[in-house]
């Protein structure tokens, strides 16, 4: 199983605490192999924590994290980045 943390910077702030609350939700209701999700929002960052176990490099997560920040945000120039990757016991 692995705890992956990705984050997007710069996001507006006034749309951040409803992405992150519309994110998450997004995930619990589409995204059923991933597990513990959470999305905050905090100093300009969406951060997104997720488990699964299949997702070694955070690839499909931070292409899942990215469709959703689309379909939440207007656009705008911000970076996702992953910021780790935990293998849990």
């Not at 199983?1 to 702030?13: G, S």
């Not at 006034?14 to 995930?27: L, P, V, Y």
């Not at 969406?46 to 689309?70: Q, T, V």
């Amino acid at each position: 199983m692995y705890r992956i943390t990705l984050e997007c910077h710069d996001v507006p702030a006034e749309a951040g605490d409803e992405a992150a609350r519309d994110i998450t939700e997004a995930f619990r209701l589409h995204y059923p192999h991933e597990h513990n999700v959470s999305c905050t929002f905090v100093d300009g960052k969406l951060r997104l924590i997720a488990e699964n176990d299949y997702d070694p490099e955070g690839l499909n997560l931070m292409d899942e994290f990215s469709d959703n920040i689309c379909a939440y945000l207007e656009p705008f120039d911000g970076d996702l980045k992953l910021v780790s990757v935990e293998t849990l016991p």
